[in-house]
């Protein structure tokens, strides 16, 4: 097997090749923002990629100076698009962007304590989006969802969208409306450090493998490794708890959900063999049929367009992970 360091160095190089080309600062939060006691999250991520010569990523805090100055800095929507869209005319309306996603993806959407905020990718578009549509990047209220419940808080109306690295699937499709895509991934499987009877997707025939349930983990495993046994489990915190106890022998995910769990626990994770899998394109849902897909993906266009995309890249995931490249935005709408 490989190491740690030629695994994870090969399959950030593979990400750049196979991913992405083809398809915000926030100050305190308000009143409104969700207290920390809300149901238990999900972590999805995305992909990026290194060339090969790149170290092993390592855990680095986020620069919360320069995350917090660029998010005060997205560009604020005219009014008259604002009262144009039904969608976004609702959200100026309650003076809040109600938000389902996530306080503990070290590298997406992180709740520090110490300020009491939320920063990482995910984190910084919720918070430019709030920026855009009521001027103030403070204005959001966090619901936290998982992989089952992030269709249900959107068909209820307890949340205007969700931001948690969301995979846009067919069936998703029939029930909810997507944004996007702005990031894409595939997948990869996660042991723990020093197993070498797992050498990537092909050896886990007979093998005890977790995954998310609710996500797309389940159909990538029956099509990939359909003689793997495959056990689900809630949210990404349970599935690595039982990597870690031996109740499974490896975990299948989102590529970068798993490189959050390795920068963010150095020695105790690595990947086995290659990415895998369909381009797996990350959407913000919203409520189906809404108009503001076509709000929310003008947003994003302007957003890759004027380089902040890539700004929120480099401070969320690239200056953090060693990874110098930034990878190409995805095509939206």
């Given at each position: ?68 100055a660029l998010i005060a800095s997205g560009i604020v929507a005219d009014d008259a698009d604002i ?125 005890n493998v977790a995954t998310q349930s609710g996500s797309t983990g389940p159909d990538i495993l ?112």
């Amino acid at each position: 097997m490989k190491t740690l360091k030629q695994t994870l160095a090969f399959a950030l190089a593979l990400t750049l090749l196979f991913t992405l080309a083809a398809c915000g600062g926030s100050a305190a939060p308000t009143a409104t923002q969700a207290p920390a006691s809300q149901t238990e999250t999900s972590s999805a991520a995305t992909e990026a990629a290194a060339p090969a010569e790149t170290q092993a990523p390592v855990a680095a805090a986020i620069d919360k100076a320069a995350f917090d100055a660029l998010i005060a800095s997205g560009i604020v929507a005219d009014d008259a698009d604002i009262e144009a869209n039904a969608w976004a005319a609702a959200v100026k309306k309650a003076g809040v962007l109600r938000v389902g996603g996530t306080r503990t993806s070290f590298l997406f959407s992180q709740l520090d304590e110490t300020d009491n905020s939320l920063r990482g990718f995910d984190a910084g578009l919720y918070q430019l989006l709030a920026r855009y549509i009521l001027g103030d990047e403070t204005k959001f209220e966090l619901t936290q969802v998982d992989s089952s419940t992030r269709e249900s808080v959107l068909q209820s109306g307890q949340v205007d969208a969700v931001f948690a690295t969301y995979s846009i699937t067919p069936a998703r499709q029939e029930v909810i409306s997507f944004a996007g895509p702005y990031y894409t991934s595939r997948q990869a499987v996660l042991v723990k450090a020093g197993n070498t009877a797992i050498t990537g997707v092909d050896s886990l025939a007979g093998k005890n493998v977790a995954t998310q349930s609710g996500s797309t983990g389940p159909d990538i495993l029956a099509q990939f490794a359909p003689e793997a046994v495959v056990q689900e489990f809630a949210n990404d915190i349970e599935a690595r708890t039982a990597l870690e106890q031996g109740r499974v022998d490896a975990y299948v995910t989102d590529y970068t959900l798993l490189l959050n769990a390795i920068v963010k626990n150095p020695g105790v994770y690595e990947i086995a063999g290659d990415t895998f899998g369909p381009e797996d394109n990350y959407g913000i849902g919203l409520p189906l049929n809404s108009d503001g897909v076509a709000f929310v993906n003008e947003f994003l266009k302007k957003t890759v367009d004027n380089g902040t995309w890539e700004k929120l890249w480099k401070i969320s995931l690239g200056d953090r992970t060693g990874i110098d490249t930034a990878p190409a935005a995805p095509v939206i709408g």
